[in-house]
Protein backbone atom coordinates (compact mmCIF):
# COMPACT_ATOMS: atom_id res chain seq x y z
CA UNK A 1 0.00 0.00 0.00
CA UNK A 2 1.38 3.44 -0.73
CA UNK A 3 0.76 6.62 0.61
CA UNK A 4 1.42 10.35 -1.52
CA UNK A 5 2.42 12.82 0.62
CA UNK A 6 2.23 15.57 -2.33
CA UNK A 7 2.72 19.27 -0.99
CA UNK A 8 3.54 21.92 -3.31
CA UNK A 9 4.14 24.21 0.06
CA UNK A 10 6.62 20.93 1.86
CA UNK A 11 5.82 20.30 5.61
CA UNK A 12 8.60 21.05 8.15
CA UNK A 13 10.95 17.72 8.36
CA UNK A 14 9.08 16.61 11.64
CA UNK A 15 5.98 15.77 10.11
CA UNK A 16 7.34 13.91 7.31
CA UNK A 17 9.32 12.29 9.18
CA UNK A 18 5.91 11.30 11.28
CA UNK A 19 3.89 11.01 8.76
CA UNK A 20 6.93 7.94 7.54
CA UNK A 21 6.68 6.87 11.25
CA UNK A 22 3.03 6.10 11.14
CA UNK A 23 2.96 4.89 7.82
CA UNK A 24 5.43 1.99 7.72
CA UNK A 25 4.19 1.18 11.57
CA UNK A 26 0.96 0.25 9.67
CA UNK A 27 2.79 -1.06 7.00
CA UNK A 28 2.69 1.42 4.57
CA UNK A 29 5.36 2.70 2.04
CA UNK A 30 5.74 6.46 1.99
CA UNK A 31 6.39 8.59 -1.75
CA UNK A 32 7.29 12.41 -1.03
CA UNK A 33 6.50 14.82 -4.16
CA UNK A 34 7.18 18.63 -2.64
CA UNK A 35 7.51 21.71 -5.07
CA UNK A 36 6.12 20.14 -7.77
CA UNK A 37 5.60 22.32 -10.91
CA UNK A 38 2.37 21.27 -12.87
CA UNK A 39 -0.24 19.03 -12.67
CA UNK A 40 1.34 16.45 -14.68
CA UNK A 41 3.71 15.85 -11.84
CA UNK A 42 1.04 14.72 -9.60
CA UNK A 43 -0.94 12.99 -12.46
CA UNK A 44 2.08 10.74 -12.94
CA UNK A 45 2.80 11.01 -8.80
CA UNK A 46 -0.34 9.78 -7.41
CA UNK A 47 -0.65 6.53 -10.34
CA UNK A 48 -0.12 3.82 -8.35
CA UNK A 49 -0.86 5.29 -4.90
CA UNK A 50 -3.48 3.92 -3.01
CA UNK A 51 -3.55 7.14 -0.51
CA UNK A 52 -2.87 10.54 -0.66
CA UNK A 53 -1.91 13.66 1.97
CA UNK A 54 -2.68 17.25 0.45
CA UNK A 55 -2.31 20.55 1.67
CA UNK A 56 -4.03 23.56 -1.16
CA UNK A 57 -2.73 20.90 -3.72
CA UNK A 58 -5.16 20.92 -6.17
CA UNK A 59 -7.13 17.43 -6.64
CA UNK A 60 -8.75 18.02 -10.51
CA UNK A 61 -10.78 15.57 -12.33
CA UNK A 62 -7.72 14.87 -14.25
CA UNK A 63 -5.42 13.74 -11.46
CA UNK A 64 -8.50 11.25 -10.00
CA UNK A 65 -8.41 9.96 -13.58
CA UNK A 66 -4.76 9.32 -12.78
CA UNK A 67 -5.03 7.53 -10.01
CA UNK A 68 -5.83 4.44 -10.80
CA UNK A 69 -5.61 3.09 -7.29
CA UNK A 70 -6.69 5.89 -5.13
CA UNK A 71 -8.95 5.35 -2.09
CA UNK A 72 -8.35 8.03 -0.02
CA UNK A 73 -7.44 11.42 0.04
CA UNK A 74 -7.14 13.29 3.58
CA UNK A 75 -6.25 17.30 2.90
CA UNK A 76 -4.16 18.30 5.97
CA UNK A 77 -5.71 21.21 6.86
CA UNK A 78 -9.29 23.34 7.17
CA UNK A 79 -10.41 24.23 4.11
CA UNK A 80 -11.10 21.46 0.85
CA UNK A 81 -12.05 23.58 -1.16
CA UNK A 82 -8.86 22.69 -3.37
CA UNK A 83 -10.54 19.02 -3.88
CA UNK A 84 -13.15 18.47 -6.96
CA UNK A 85 -15.56 16.84 -4.46
CA UNK A 86 -17.82 15.55 -6.99
CA UNK A 87 -15.32 14.17 -9.37
CA UNK A 88 -13.58 12.51 -6.29
CA UNK A 89 -16.87 10.70 -5.37
CA UNK A 90 -17.86 9.49 -8.82
CA UNK A 91 -14.28 7.98 -8.73
CA UNK A 92 -15.54 6.53 -5.24
CA UNK A 93 -12.25 8.15 -3.08
CA UNK A 94 -13.32 9.60 -0.43
CA UNK A 95 -12.08 12.60 0.89
CA UNK A 96 -11.39 13.76 4.43
CA UNK A 97 -9.53 17.00 6.03
CA UNK A 98 -8.52 17.11 9.62
CA UNK A 99 -10.55 20.32 11.30
CA UNK A 100 -8.75 22.10 13.91
CA UNK A 101 -5.54 20.77 13.49
CA UNK A 102 -3.68 24.25 12.27
CA UNK A 103 -6.63 26.02 13.76
CA UNK A 104 -4.00 28.17 16.34
CA UNK A 105 -1.26 28.54 14.13
CA UNK A 106 -3.93 30.91 11.78
CA UNK A 107 -5.16 32.38 14.60
CA UNK A 108 -2.05 33.34 15.70
CA UNK A 109 -1.66 35.30 12.64
CA UNK A 110 -4.70 37.04 12.27
CA UNK A 111 -3.86 38.37 15.38
CA UNK A 112 0.15 39.36 14.49
CA UNK A 113 -1.60 40.79 11.16
CA UNK A 114 -3.72 43.15 13.28
CA UNK A 115 -0.92 44.36 15.28
CA UNK A 116 1.67 44.91 11.83
CA UNK A 117 -1.16 47.22 10.51
CA UNK A 118 -2.14 49.02 13.37
CA UNK A 119 1.66 49.92 13.59
CA UNK A 120 1.80 50.33 9.61
CA UNK A 121 3.39 47.55 8.62
CA UNK A 122 6.01 48.16 10.93
CA UNK A 123 7.07 51.74 9.73
CA UNK A 124 8.40 54.63 12.07
CA UNK A 125 5.17 56.79 11.65
CA UNK A 126 2.45 56.28 15.04
CA UNK A 127 0.85 53.38 14.87
CA UNK A 128 -2.10 52.83 17.15
CA UNK A 129 -3.24 49.74 19.50
CA UNK A 130 -4.94 47.08 19.75
CA UNK A 131 -5.96 47.76 23.40
CA UNK A 132 -9.57 48.48 23.37
CA UNK A 133 -10.29 48.42 20.06
CA UNK A 134 -13.52 45.74 18.49
CA UNK A 135 -13.16 42.91 16.89
CA UNK A 136 -16.00 41.14 14.54
CA UNK A 137 -15.14 37.54 14.09
CA UNK A 138 -17.15 35.99 10.82
CA UNK A 139 -16.95 32.44 10.99
CA UNK A 140 -17.21 31.31 14.74
CA UNK A 141 -15.39 28.06 14.02
CA UNK A 142 -12.27 26.71 15.06
CA UNK A 143 -10.71 29.54 14.00
CA UNK A 144 -12.34 31.87 14.80
CA UNK A 145 -13.18 30.83 17.90
CA UNK A 146 -9.18 31.29 19.15
CA UNK A 147 -8.90 34.56 17.19
CA UNK A 148 -11.74 35.72 19.87
CA UNK A 149 -9.78 34.05 22.84
CA UNK A 150 -6.40 35.62 21.86
CA UNK A 151 -8.16 38.96 21.19
CA UNK A 152 -10.20 39.09 24.18
CA UNK A 153 -6.91 38.32 26.29
CA UNK A 154 -5.30 41.59 24.46
CA UNK A 155 -7.92 43.74 25.82
CA UNK A 156 -9.81 43.81 22.70
CA UNK A 157 -13.84 43.72 22.47
CA UNK A 158 -14.87 40.26 20.56
CA UNK A 159 -17.79 40.53 18.59
CA UNK A 160 -19.46 37.36 16.36
CA UNK A 161 -21.21 36.00 13.93
CA UNK A 162 -21.95 32.39 12.07
CA UNK A 163 -24.73 31.88 9.92
CA UNK A 164 -24.25 27.93 11.88
CA UNK A 165 -24.28 29.41 15.25
CA UNK A 166 -27.24 30.71 17.54
CA UNK A 167 -26.53 33.78 19.54
CA UNK A 168 -26.21 31.37 22.52
CA UNK A 169 -23.22 29.29 21.07
CA UNK A 170 -21.75 32.66 19.91
CA UNK A 171 -21.68 33.81 23.79
CA UNK A 172 -20.73 30.49 25.06
CA UNK A 173 -17.70 30.96 22.61
CA UNK A 174 -17.16 34.12 24.23
CA UNK A 175 -17.85 36.32 22.52
CA UNK A 176 -20.85 38.99 21.87
CA UNK A 177 -23.03 37.82 18.64
CA UNK A 178 -23.62 40.50 15.92
CA UNK A 179 -27.19 41.34 15.04
CA UNK A 180 -26.42 40.83 11.03
CA UNK A 181 -23.12 40.71 9.01
CA UNK A 182 -23.75 44.44 7.78
CA UNK A 183 -23.84 45.05 11.92
CA UNK A 184 -20.33 43.50 12.64
CA UNK A 185 -18.69 45.58 9.76
CA UNK A 186 -20.14 48.89 10.77
CA UNK A 187 -19.30 47.79 14.38
CA UNK A 188 -15.52 46.56 14.60
CA UNK A 189 -12.06 48.36 14.11
CA UNK A 190 -10.97 44.86 12.87
CA UNK A 191 -13.05 41.95 11.11
CA UNK A 192 -11.19 38.56 10.90
CA UNK A 193 -12.67 36.83 8.00
CA UNK A 194 -13.00 32.89 8.38
CA UNK A 195 -15.48 31.29 6.11
CA UNK A 196 -15.05 28.68 3.57
CA UNK A 197 -14.60 29.53 -0.05
CA UNK A 198 -18.32 27.96 -0.97
CA UNK A 199 -20.78 28.84 -4.14
CA UNK A 200 -21.95 30.95 -1.50
CA UNK A 201 -19.62 33.12 0.23
CA UNK A 202 -16.89 33.52 -3.13
CA UNK A 203 -17.06 37.16 -3.92
CA UNK A 204 -19.41 38.10 -1.24
CA UNK A 205 -17.58 40.65 1.01
CA UNK A 206 -16.87 43.61 -1.30
CA UNK A 207 -18.39 46.94 -1.36
CA UNK A 208 -21.12 47.17 0.70
CA UNK A 209 -19.93 45.08 3.43
CA UNK A 210 -16.52 47.07 3.36
CA UNK A 211 -17.02 50.67 2.77
CA UNK A 212 -19.64 50.12 6.18
CA UNK A 213 -16.47 49.24 8.45
CA UNK A 214 -15.45 52.44 10.85
CA UNK A 215 -12.69 55.18 10.17
CA UNK A 216 -9.43 53.53 10.42
CA UNK A 217 -10.97 49.57 10.51
CA UNK A 218 -8.92 46.98 8.94
CA UNK A 219 -9.87 43.91 7.26
CA UNK A 220 -8.02 40.73 7.79
CA UNK A 221 -8.52 37.87 5.42
CA UNK A 222 -6.70 34.63 6.80
CA UNK A 223 -9.48 32.26 5.12
CA UNK A 224 -9.80 32.27 1.33
CA UNK A 225 -8.85 35.36 -1.72
CA UNK A 226 -12.28 33.77 -3.35
CA UNK A 227 -14.53 35.27 -1.17
CA UNK A 228 -13.37 38.56 -1.47
CA UNK A 229 -14.86 40.98 -4.47
CA UNK A 230 -11.81 42.39 -5.77
CA UNK A 231 -13.32 45.21 -7.80
CA UNK A 232 -15.31 45.85 -4.26
CA UNK A 233 -12.25 45.68 -2.51
CA UNK A 234 -10.56 48.46 -4.81
CA UNK A 235 -13.28 50.97 -4.85
CA UNK A 236 -13.97 50.96 -1.02
CA UNK A 237 -10.00 51.40 -0.45
CA UNK A 238 -9.80 54.38 -3.04
CA UNK A 239 -13.07 56.18 -1.81
CA UNK A 240 -12.15 55.48 2.34
CA UNK A 241 -8.59 56.58 2.56
CA UNK A 242 -8.66 55.35 5.94
CA UNK A 243 -9.16 51.99 5.36
CA UNK A 244 -6.85 48.85 5.34
CA UNK A 245 -6.33 45.59 4.46
CA UNK A 246 -3.83 42.19 5.02
CA UNK A 247 -4.56 38.89 3.67
CA UNK A 248 -2.72 35.97 3.93
CA UNK A 249 -3.70 35.09 0.05
CA UNK A 250 -2.38 37.72 -2.47
CA UNK A 251 -5.77 39.34 -4.61
CA UNK A 252 -5.35 38.84 -8.38
CA UNK A 253 -4.23 42.19 -8.89
CA UNK A 254 -1.67 42.59 -6.02
CA UNK A 255 0.89 44.60 -7.51
CA UNK A 256 -1.55 47.05 -9.04
CA UNK A 257 -3.03 47.71 -5.57
CA UNK A 258 0.36 47.50 -3.51
CA UNK A 259 1.17 50.61 -5.68
CA UNK A 260 -2.14 51.98 -5.56
CA UNK A 261 -2.57 51.98 -1.45
CA UNK A 262 0.90 50.89 -0.14
CA UNK A 263 0.94 50.11 3.67
CA UNK A 264 -3.05 50.02 2.79
CA UNK A 265 -2.60 46.55 2.03
CA UNK A 266 -0.09 43.67 2.37
CA UNK A 267 -0.57 40.31 1.54
CA UNK A 268 1.60 37.32 2.44
CA UNK A 269 4.32 36.35 -0.58
CA UNK A 270 2.58 32.74 0.25
CA UNK A 271 -0.16 31.21 2.31
CA UNK A 272 1.35 30.61 5.48
CA UNK A 273 -1.34 31.25 8.14
CA UNK A 274 -0.95 27.05 8.71
CA UNK A 275 2.77 27.29 7.89
CA UNK A 276 4.63 26.67 11.23
CA UNK A 277 5.81 23.15 12.62
CA UNK A 278 3.74 22.10 15.15
CA UNK A 279 0.53 23.29 12.77
CA UNK A 280 2.43 20.77 10.24
CA UNK A 281 2.93 18.13 12.34
CA UNK A 282 -0.47 17.92 13.72
CA UNK A 283 -2.12 17.87 10.54
CA UNK A 284 0.42 15.87 8.50
CA UNK A 285 0.36 13.04 11.83
CA UNK A 286 -3.54 13.24 12.08
CA UNK A 287 -3.90 12.59 8.42
CA UNK A 288 -1.76 10.03 8.56
CA UNK A 289 -3.43 7.60 11.64
CA UNK A 290 -7.03 9.27 9.54
CA UNK A 291 -5.67 6.76 6.74
CA UNK A 292 -4.50 3.90 8.72
CA UNK A 293 -7.76 4.42 10.58
CA UNK A 294 -9.52 4.33 7.04
CA UNK A 295 -7.60 0.57 5.72
CA UNK A 296 -7.43 -0.85 8.85
CA UNK A 297 -11.49 0.04 10.59
CA UNK A 298 -12.81 1.39 7.84
CA UNK A 299 -13.28 4.80 9.87
CA UNK A 300 -15.06 7.55 7.80
CA UNK A 301 -15.06 10.14 10.91
CA UNK A 302 -13.84 13.16 8.93
CA UNK A 303 -15.27 12.38 5.61
CA UNK A 304 -16.73 15.39 3.80
CA UNK A 305 -17.90 13.78 0.62
CA UNK A 306 -20.81 11.58 1.75
C1 LIG B 1 -6.42 25.28 5.72
O1 LIG B 1 -7.46 25.34 5.06
O2 LIG B 1 -6.21 24.38 6.55
C2 LIG B 1 -5.38 26.36 5.60
O3 LIG B 1 -5.75 27.27 4.63
C3 LIG B 1 -3.99 25.82 5.39
O4 LIG B 1 -3.61 25.66 4.05
P1 LIG B 1 -2.14 25.10 3.69
O5 LIG B 1 -2.06 23.70 4.15
O6 LIG B 1 -2.03 25.22 2.21
O7 LIG B 1 -1.13 25.95 4.38
Known sequence: ???????QKPFAAAAVNGIKDIAEKAGFEVALLEKYESEADLCAAVADADAMIIRSDKVTPAVLDAAKNLKI???????YDNVDLAAATAHNVVVENTPGQNSNAVAELAIAMMIYMSRGQFTPAAGTEILGKKVGIQAFGNVGRLVGKKAEALGMK???IDPFLSAEKIKEGGAEPAESLEALYAGCDFVSVHIPATPQTIGSIGYDL??????????VNTARKEVIDE??????????????YITDVAPDNYAALKEKFGTRIFATPKKMGAQTAEANINAGLAAANQIVAF????????????
Open 1 to 7: MKILLAT
Open 295 to 306: FKDGCTKFQVNK
Open 158 to 160: VYA
Open 73 to 79: VVRAGAG
Open 210 to 219: ISKMPKGATL
Open 231 to 244: AGLEKALEQRTDLK
